[in-house]
């Protein structure tokens, strides 16, 4: 289970998961749960608020939190890229194969 094996993981390692994620990419994915977490009862969820949820629904919520967080860190990393490269996108936000560039800049 990715609960377990969350719960159980040392401070140190926990910690080094997002030891390189920008506060960006951290508020994105706060700000996800947030707005999950007001969805359930209807909106009066509030920070010390105990709640109840089946190991289900925790399961998909944690797996959206990889999923979203995967894909922000690598438009990160893409951008970070591109600015160690000297490079920076066109007028119109699109390379010259009509790609879009996403991130700052």
Request: proline share 5%.
């Amino acid at each position: 289970d990715l609960l377990l094996y969350i719960r159980t993981m040392p401070r140190e390692e926990l910690a080094s998961l997002t030891g390189t994620i920008s506060p960006d990419v951290l508020g994105a994915m706060k700000g996800l749960v947030n707005v999950v977490m007001a969805g359930i009862g209807e909106g009066r969820i509030e920070p010390d608020t105990v709640t109840e949820q089946s190991g289900e629904a925790m399961a998909q919520l944690c797996m959206w939190q990889l999923v979203v967080g995967y894909n922000l860190r690598e438009l990160e990393v893409r951008e970070e890229m591109r600015a160690a490269l000297g490079g920076s996108p066109p007028e119109d936000g699109r390379d010259e194969n009509g790609r879009i560039w996403y991130g700052s800049g």
